[in-house]
């Protein structure tokens, strides 16, 4: 059975088969299914509603409409991406829905199943590990045609492409991710651990400049300035009132502490930094995979609209950081928890009462993922630093 197993994990042909599988199965359950009336409004709406959001979006840009607010002819929701989000989407737009969405698809699937390939120093077993422990969470993602794959594997690139020293494209990555969610921001923490910092410095400008650039090929400046006007003011004010399965959402649900969402970030950001004035570590590879599990978890935990689909960016973080660490009690019943809470709970496996009694209103989802980033962040404080490798397992 274990060499069942191990031949499984390093069969890498049949995980990139299986993915594909994933991704164009997740395309035809959301292309085949009866369009729904919305109880909100009682318009009926396709089950590819998000992708049908993305695609809707680069033709309201080109007409010079506002990306920002809802259009219930054709879709439920707002948008809440970059004008730049737009343009690339166009590509996608320009396709019959039946291909677009499975392109769309496949291009998140396969984009983390390659960023996960590309790290270095990691073994092929424990590379199938990781691709294995993230194939719920990459469903749910994919099922509701959301771009959390893709965020976690621009960000698993950037860190596989500066131990490569390929700083120009480690800063695309990074610039990508922020310009399909602002929150891949905090990815930049990555460029601490390494040198030629003036370089990803001047890359990470050039790349920003052109992203920015991109809606001046559809819309003008006084359209494009109306354009950020109006997405400020949809993400300040989101009309979902909600702390999702976030850490709001937990402290709110179990202590019913109703804290201030941006005290409750910057306190995060903050314990978040604590490891990182341990100079001596940043030679460490797994000094910096620890950081990278860190920034996958903390985007999602410390995002009070964090949603079911959002956690295959941190089950990415959970995975990278149980396959590097000790497998000892403490670290193998964390991993269990997650996996339980934070991936099976979102499926039929567990019964529709447990998680609408208990998984939704206590944001169990989000619980798991709290403790193992605080355990990332003491592995990080802790790890022994030996000079001559450079890199130990951690606790």
Same mark, same amino acid.
């Given at each position: 059975?274990?060499?069942?197993?191990?031949? =499984? %994990?390093? @069969?890498?042909?049949?995980?990139?088969?299986?993915?594909?599988?994933?991704?164009?199965?997740?395309?035809?359950?959301?292309?085949?299914?009866?369009?729904?009336? @919305?109880?909100? !409004?009682?318009?009926?709406?396709?089950?590819?509603?998000?992708?049908?959001?993305?695609?809707?979006?680069?033709?309201?840009?080109? !007409?010079?409409?506002?990306?920002?607010?809802? #259009?219930?002819?054709?879709?439920?929701?707002?948008?809440?991406?970059?004008?730049?989000?737009?343009?690339?989407?166009?590509?996608?737009?320009?396709?019959?829905?039946?291909?677009?969405?499975?392109?769309?698809?496949?291009? !998140?699937?396969?984009?983390?199943?390659?960023? =996960?390939?590309? $790290?270095?120093?990691?073994?092929?077993?424990?590379?199938?590990?990781?691709?294995?422990?993230?194939?719920?969470?990459?469903?749910?993602?994919?099922?509701?045609?959301?771009?959390?794959?893709?965020?976690?594997?621009?960000?698993?690139?950037?860190?596989?492409?500066?131990?490569?020293?390929?700083?120009?494209?480690?800063?695309?990555?990074?610039?990508?991710?922020?310009?399909?969610?602002?929150?891949?921001?905090?990815?930049?923490?990555?460029?601490?651990?390494?040198?030629?910092?003036?370089?990803?410095?001047? #890359?990470?400008?050039?790349?920003?400049?052109?992203?920015?650039?991109?809606?001046?090929?559809?819309?003008?400046?006084?359209?494009?300035?109306?354009?950020?006007?109006? #997405?400020?003011?949809? %993400?300040? !004010?989101?009309?979902?009132?909600?702390?999702?399965?976030?850490?709001?959402?937990?402290?709110?649900?179990?202590?019913?502490?109703?804290? @201030?969402?941006?005290?409750?970030?910057?306190?995060?950001?903050?314990?978040?930094?604590?490891?990182?004035?341990?100079?001596?570590?940043?030679?460490?590879?797994?000094?910096?995979?620890?950081?990278?599990?860190?920034?996958?978890?903390?985007?999602?935990?410390?995002?009070?609209?964090?949603?079911?689909?959002?956690?295959?960016?941190?089950?990415?973080?959970?995975?990278?950081?149980?396959?590097?660490?000790? *497998?000892?009690?403490?670290?193998?019943?964390?991993?269990?928890?997650?996996?339980? $809470?934070?991936?099976?709970?979102?499926?039929?496996?567990?019964?529709?009462?447990?998680?609408?009694?208990?998984?939704?209103?206590?944001? %169990?989802?989000?619980?798991?993922?709290?403790? =193992?980033?605080?355990?990332?962040?003491?592995?990080?404080?802790?790890? *022994?630093?030996?000079?001559?490798? #450079?890199?130990?397992?951690?606790?």
């Amino acid at each position: 059975m274990k060499e069942k197993i191990q031949r =499984i %994990l390093t @069969n890498r042909t049949f995980l990139i088969c299986l993915y594909i599988l994933f991704a164009l199965v997740a395309s035809i359950q959301s292309l085949l299914l009866e369009p729904k009336p @919305n109880p909100e !409004n009682g318009k009926i709406y396709n089950s590819y509603n998000n992708y049908v959001i993305f695609e809707s979006s680069f033709h309201h840009l080109k !007409n010079s409409q506002d990306l920002y607010v809802l #259009y219930p002819e054709e879709h439920w929701d707002f948008f809440k991406y970059t004008p730049s989000f737009s343009v690339v989407f166009g590509l996608f737009s320009i396709l019959p829905d039946w291909l677009g969405l499975s392109l769309w698809n496949l291009l !998140n699937a396969l984009l983390l199943l390659a960023a =996960i390939y590309y $790290l270095p120093r990691l073994s092929r077993t424990q590379k199938g590990w990781v691709l294995l422990i993230v194939l719920l969470e990459l469903m749910g993602s994919l099922m509701n045609e959301q771009s959390n794959a893709l965020i976690a594997g621009l960000l698993v690139f950037a860190l596989g492409f500066l131990e490569k020293k390929k700083l120009w494209i480690a800063s695309l990555c990074i610039v990508l991710s922020i310009f399909v969610k602002l929150f891949g921001v905090v990815g930049f923490a990555l460029f601490l651990f390494y040198p030629q910092k003036w370089k990803l410095a001047l #890359y990470t400008f050039g790349w920003t400049l052109l992203m920015l650039l991109l809606p001046l090929l559809y819309i003008d400046v006084g359209q494009y300035v109306f354009l950020f006007e109006s #997405y400020g003011h949809l %993400l300040a !004010n989101d009309p979902i009132i909600s702390n999702g399965f976030s850490l709001m959402g937990w402290l709110n649900s179990w202590f019913s502490m109703d804290i @201030n969402s941006m005290l409750v970030v910057l306190i995060g950001a903050g314990i978040f930094m604590l490891p990182f004035v341990r100079l001596k570590a940043y030679g460490s590879f797994t000094f910096a995979l620890l950081a990278l599990a860190s920034v996958l978890i903390w985007i999602v935990i410390f995002n009070h609209k964090a949603e079911s689909p959002t956690y295959v960016i941190a089950m990415t973080g959970v995975a990278l950081w149980f396959i590097e660490g000790k *497998k000892n009690a403490l670290n193998i019943g964390l991993f269990v928890g997650a996996f339980v $809470l934070s991936s099976l709970s979102s499926t039929d496996i567990v019964p529709r009462f447990i998680r609408e009694e208990f998984v939704l209103p206590y944001a %169990l989802k989000a619980f798991p993922c709290i403790l =193992i980033w605080m355990k990332i962040i003491y592995d990080m404080m802790v790890l *022994k630093i030996d000079n001559s490798t #450079y890199d130990k397992k951690i606790s």
